[in-house]
Structure formats: structure tokens, C-alpha cells
């Protein structure tokens, strides 16, 4: 197959000189026929390729023929088994590389699909909990006014019972709202009491008109009847304090209270009376509430406080009027820029379904900036949204940059791979095998090393899902945060995706190098 010449036609005269040439160029179809001469100008009538040597270095190379043709190809069938134990070999070669490139790309894809299931679950898990606390239903409602002054950009910003035609608005848009009188002003939202022989301050004691509704939030005891001499805490409560359910659960606290009521009397005086509070009242459940920005809070009935009210009497303030009155009466009759007017009414939805409404008419009128309607599950709910959103654009930004560079580690291992073995590949192609056969041999190793990080990435957010979510529930009390949608159509997209991104970053390089010529692989090597 091969034909060394030394001077062949060293010393021969011309005639037999072009002979022996016209011999060998005709050999030179089926054989590689390598001549060495000093004769320059014969050779250069003969020549395909000339490499030109001086003191034992190549100097020049010239090409006369059409580089398609330098080097036919031989077409054979190359068999399966030899293609397999080039890429055996190679795994076992690049064994430390194939890690890391599967690593890299595991750990992409996993960041990828946990943050698609934070984006997911983020939104649904505010919808199914938000409902799940006490105070969801209630809101407080009062009439803002706004007062300039004068030469000064400063504004004041006034609150005042509004009268109920004022708010038939809401009785029209929520049907099962009931509005009632806000009797923080006599009974304040953080009293002091005593539980366990020990003095507490700065627990919320929350009313709640309707304690049927949230049966299902109930895990241990029983919800209160109309009452006040009965409650129910969170679990906050217990936390707060490090108690267990027992050291709570059927326990009584003691409620001592003293607040002053002022009223005006006919003869424009004023009547003052001490209303003061000493209840005893039992704990006798425990719920388990939406967790987030949560406080340890006393749930008691707004009834059955309403109820202790009415029976109050005032004695100062009957006296004057000439009547019996009570703690309910002197805020009944109270003005509505008044103190025992708490300057708002309270505001109880009967249908959860309808909480989203009293939202929406609260957005509204913060827009138009005439009633002030505060709602605590309003603003957990409001806060969450944007803590997501937040989180949620930053993770779009990151899972852009994991994208990138997991497409650009595989770029660089095919690229490595492929122009690493160029001579390798070069005799490949002398031996007969194909383009096809040496894309797989230098690339199907790392499309299967990536296929299966993305295999793996995705056995392994199971796992991670859990262990995210269960992070979230011990540290802000959040559960199902992470929710990863593989029966949707996202993972299938992200497959779809995954493998068009490992196909295309693997077959770049060989794009690149498939029309370099053999001469010139070698000519680097």
C-alpha cells in the first residue's frame, strides 16, 4: 500500500528520469507513493503534496491537489463493537471529568426544578393556608379624612367611626359581613394577665365571632361556645413560651384589667366610670394556624365580651343620664371622632369564601384614600405575595445563569474531548469510519454523561423537594412551599429542552472540526 522511493531518479538521464515519474504517479492512484529528490523542478511536475526539509526541519508545505481528494476514503462498515470499546476507553479516561461534567449538570437541573417548584408551589401554598387563622375573617373599618395645613406639605390623616350608611357599600359587595362595635378602647388588644404563676405581657388576645367555622384548624380540645370565660391559643402560644400541650390544655388564666370610660352627660359634664375586669378563663383548645408572621395569640369569643358589656353597668354615667346604662350603651351613644368609639367598627365575614372581596375593596379604597380598612390576614397575605415575587425574579435571573453555564461545561468537555484526540480521529477516518461514527465515539460519552445528571437530577428532587419544604415549615412555619408540577407540562418541556441543549452542546465542536481536513488535524499534531 505504501512506496518508499529514495532518488529514484538519481542517476538516470531526463528520459528515464520522466519515465520512472510517469510510473509512479500512475501507482500513486492506488498507492501512497512518498519520492524523496533534490530535483525540484521534476518533482514539482509530479507532486501532490511537497513538504520542503532543511538541517532536519519542515520548512514548506504545498498542496497542488484538491484537498477532498488528498486522502480517499476508504467506506466500510464499521461494526458496533468497535465503536462501544472506544467509548468504554474513554469513559474510563476521562472517568474524573465525566464526574464532574454529570455532576455539574445534576446539580443544575435540581436548581432548576426546585426553583420551578418554589415558583409553583409559592402561589398555591398562599391560597390553600391563608384562610387557615383565626383572624382571616376580621377587619376593623374607619372613616379617613384628610386635613391640610396651611403652608406646610404635611398632611394629617384623621380617623373616625364611619355611620353605617356611609359603609352600605360593603353590605352590598359582601353579603355575609356583619359589622359590629370595636370595644378596644374598654378591652385592649394585649392585656396583661396571669398563667402558670407567671406575669405575661404582649400576648394578642384576638376575637373571633364564629369559632364553627374553624373547626378544622382545631388540634387538641374544643372551640368555645359564646362565652368569656372559655379560649382557645395557637400553637404559637406554646411555642413562644416552651410549653407542651398538657401545661396549657384545660388550664386557666387570670384577667385583670382597668380601663377608664369618659362620657358626656345631658347637662354637658362629663361622667367618668372605672370598668375593670377580672375574669378567670379556661384554655380548652389549641389550634394550628398559617404559620407566617404569626404571633402567640388568645382566641376568645367577641359575644360572649359583647355579652359581659351589656351587663356592665356604669353607675356614674346612669346616674347622670337617669338611667341604667351600660359599657355597650355609653359606646352606642358615643360621637364618632370619640375615644369609646375606638374611632371603628368591626368587621366579621361569615363566608370565607368572601374574605377575597373585603381585599379587594380595601385595595380600592386605599386607592381612593377614604376609609381605612386594616386587616391583619391582609397584610400576611400581601407580605407572602411579595416575598415570592421577590424570590421569584431573583431565581428567574439565577436559573438563567445555571442554564448558561451548564450549557457552557458541556460546550467545553465536547470541545476538549473532540480536539483532543485529532489525531486519533484522523486515522479513525483512514481506517473508514464515518463523520457519524466518530461524533459518537467523541461525543456520545458526554450525552450520555449529561443524560444521566438530568436522570438523576430528577430522582433526587423528590428528596430535596422534602427536605426544602420541611426547612420552610421549621423555620417559617410555611408548608408545601416547594411543589414540583411533574404530572404538568413543565418537566416534560424542561426534558424536551434538556436534551436539545446536551444534543447541540456536544455536536457544536464536531460541527466546528467535520471539514477540517486530515492533512491540516495532522498538520497540528
Not at 397584610?379 to 425574579?393: F, K, L, N, P, R
Request: aromatic share 12%; proline share 3%; charged share 20%.
Amino acid at each position: 500500500q505504501v512506496i518508499l522511493a529514495d532518488e529514484p531518479t538519481g542517476a538516470l538521464d531526463t528520459k528515464n528520469s520522466v519515465f520512472i515519474m510517469e510510473e509512479l504517479k500512475k501507482l500513486a492512484k492506488d498507492h501512497l507513493v512518498i519520492v524523496v529528490s533534490h530535483n525540484l523542478e521534476l518533482i514539482k511536475q509530479y507532486e501532490d503534496i511537497r513538504l520542503t526539509i532543511h538541517n532536519g526541519t519542515i520548512e514548506q508545505i504545498n498542496c497542488q491537489i484538491q484537498k477532498e481528494a488528498a486522502f480517499p476514503i476508504i467506506k466500510k462498515h464499521v461494526h458496533q463493537s468497535f465503536l462501544m470499546t472506544f467509548i468504554k476507553v474513554h469513559f474510563k479516561k476521562h472517568i474524573v471529568r465525566n464526574l464532574i461534567v454529570g455532576g455539574a449538570t445534576c446539580f443544575s437541573l435540581l436548581c432548576l426544578l426546585l426553583s420551578l417548584g418554589y415558583l409553583n408551589g409559592a402561589k398555591s401554598s398562599i391560597q390553600k393556608y391563608k384562610s387557615e387563622s383565626l383572624q382571616y375573617n376580621y377587619a376593623t373599618i374607619a372613616k379617613k379624612t384628610i386635613i391640610e395645613i396651611p403652608n406646610s406639605p404635611i398632611r394629617i390623616s384623621k380617623l373616625t367611626r364611619p355611620e353605617i350608611k356611609d359603609i352600605s357599600f360593603l353590605i352590598n359587595e359582601i353579603k355575609s359581613v356583619v359589622i359590629t362595635n370595636n370595644y378596644q378602647n374598654v378591652f385592649p388588644t394585649t392585656p396583661t394577665f396571669i398563667f402558670a404563676n407567671k406575669e405575661i405581657r404582649d400576648v394578642e388576645f384576638s376575637p373571633v365571632y364564629n369559632f364553627k367555622i374553624y373547626e378544622r384548624l382545631l388540634t387538641q380540645g374544643k372551640m368555645p361556645n359564646d362565652d368569656f370565660n372559655t379560649a382557645v391559643v395557637n400553637q404559637e402560644f406554646l411555642d413562644h413560651f416552651h410549653w407542651h400541650i398538657n401545661d396549657v390544655l384545660n388550664q386557666e388564666l387570670t384577667l385583670s384589667h382597668v380601663s377608664t370610660i369618659r362620657t358626656k352627660t345631658m347637662d354637658s359634664g362629663v361622667a367618668t366610670d372605672i370598668v375593670i375586669f377580672h375574669q378567670r378563663i379556661k384554655i380548652i383548645g389549641v389550634v394550628r394556624e398559617f404559620g407566617y408572621l404569626n404571633s402567640p395569640r388568645i382566641y376568645y369569643s367577641y359575644l360572649g365580651l359583647e355579652n359581659v358589656l351589656a351587663n356592665y353597668l356604669l353607675t356614674n354615667y346612669s346616674k347622670a343620664m337617669g338611667s341604667n346604662l351600660t359599657v355597650v350603651d355609653a359606646i352606642n351613644f358615643a360621637k364618632n371622632d370619640e375615644a369609646n368609639s375606638s374611632y371603628s367598627f368591626n368587621l366579621f365575614i361569615e363566608d370565607l369564601n368572601e374574605v377575597d372581596n373585603l381585599f379587594r375593596i380595601k385595595e380600592k379604597h386605599d386607592q381612593l384614600n377614604d376609609f381605612d380598612i386594616t386587616s391583619n390576614s391582609y397584610v400576611v397575605t400581601s407580605s407572602y405575595q411579595s416575598m415570592a415575587e421577590i424570590i421569584g425574579t431573583s431565581l428567574i435571573v439565577f436559573l438563567f445563569i445555571i442554564i448558561f453555564a451548564t450549557v457552557f461545561i458541556l460546550i467545553i468537555t465536547s470541545f476538549a474531548n473532540y480536539t483532543q484526540n485529532k489525531k486519533e480521529s484522523a486515522v479513525l477516518s483512514i481506517l473508514g469510519a464515518s463523520q457519524k461514527s466518530i461524533f459518537h465515539i467523541y461525543n456520545l460519552e458526554n450525552i450520555i454523561v449529561a443524560l444521566t445528571g438530568a436522570v438523576l437530577s430528577f430522582l433526587l428532587s423528590v428528596p430535596f423537594k422534602n427536605l426544602a419544604n420541611y426547612y420552610f415549615a421549621t423555620m417559617f412555619h410555611l408548608n408545601d412551599v416547594v411543589e414540583i408540577p411533574f404530572l404538568s407540562f413543565w418537566p416534560i418541556l424542561i426534558l424536551i429542552a434538556i436534551f436539545v441543549l446536551i444534543f447541540l452542546s456536544t455536536f457544536i465542536p464536531f460541527v466546528i472540526y467535520k471539514n477540517d481536513y486530515i492533512v491540516e488535524e495532522l498538520k497540528d499534531e
